[in-house]
């Protein structure tokens, strides 16, 4: 678990079961993401029960003054060359300016310091400016465009590829934090 201020990513729990599917099935969070069809409960149940167990993935509650606003999951984790890819999203609506900022910051944290990582990958869609530009003011490097890759909503559309390293982290972690939880340096 990370804490920072009044901000935590903590591992997923059985409570959080039913937010969950809340914020996978909301229109904001589904517009970027992969699977964007509506969630029936027992997909969701596999999909959960899976989750809290799953040997080669880390997922996360990010939350707010204990109030769960957001997750973050890491899959992929292969221990043998240090990486993996992160997906997030904040699932609650109207949260303070910095939120977006708090929970990747933490994020990045799990990544490097807890689960040991050299590199961490992370996809999105080239028309999600929020996510990309959030890509950008973290330093993660674009590692390349897979052009028209995903079909969404009938259309083909684009997948920026990102990719940011053990020892960025390292050197950047205190602007980082600094960028991130400022009011001056925050954005959603």
């Given at each position: 678990?990370h804490?920072?201020?009044?901000?935590?990513?903590?591992?997923?729990?059985?409570?959080?079961k039913?937010?969950?599917?809340?914020?996978r099935?909301?229109?904001?969070?589904?517009?970027n993401?992969?699977t964007?069809?509506?969630?029936?409960?027992?997909?969701h149940?596999?999909?959960f029960?899976?989750?809290?167990?799953?040997?080669?993935?880390?997922?996360?509650v990010?939350?707010?003054?204990?109030?769960?606003?957001?997750?973050?999951?890491?899959?992929?984790?292969?221990?043998?060359?240090q990486?993996c890819?992160?997906?997030?999203?904040?699932g609650?609506?109207?949260?303070?300016?910095?939120?977006?900022?708090?929970?990747?910051?933490?994020?990045?944290?799990h990544?490097?310091?807890?689960?040991?990582?050299?590199?961490?990958?992370?996809?999105?869609?080239?028309?999600?400016?929020?996510?990309v530009?959030?890509?950008?003011?973290?330093?993660?490097r674009?590692e390349?465009?897979?052009v028209?890759h995903?079909?969404?909503?009938g259309?083909?559309e684009?997948?920026?590829?990102?990719a940011?390293f053990?020892?960025?982290?390292e050197?950047?972690?205190?602007?980082?934090?600094?960028l991130c939880?400022?009011p001056?340096?925050?954005?959603?």
């Amino acid at each position: 678990m990370h804490r920072f201020d009044d901000c935590e990513l903590r591992p997923i729990r059985l409570g959080d079961k039913d937010i969950l599917l809340a914020w996978r099935n909301s229109d904001p969070v589904r517009s970027n993401m992969y699977t964007d069809h509506l969630i029936r409960p027992e997909e969701h149940e596999r999909w959960f029960a899976s989750a809290l167990q799953h040997p080669n993935a880390s997922f996360m509650v990010f939350a707010l003054r204990g109030v769960p606003a957001g997750f973050s999951s890491f899959t992929g984790i292969t221990r043998e060359h240090q990486r993996c890819t992160w997906g997030f999203y904040l699932g609650e609506q109207n949260l303070p300016k910095g939120t977006g900022s708090a929970l990747a910051y933490l994020s990045l944290a799990h990544a490097f310091d807890t689960l040991g990582m050299y590199k961490l990958a992370s996809e999105a869609f080239a028309f999600n400016q929020g996510s990309v530009g959030l890509h950008r003011k973290l330093g993660f490097r674009e590692e390349g465009r897979l052009v028209e890759h995903y079909v969404k909503q009938g259309r083909r559309e684009d997948i920026l590829c990102f990719a940011k390293f053990s020892h960025q982290w390292e050197s950047d972690r205190q602007a980082l934090r600094a960028l991130c939880f400022s009011p001056e340096g925050a954005s959603k």
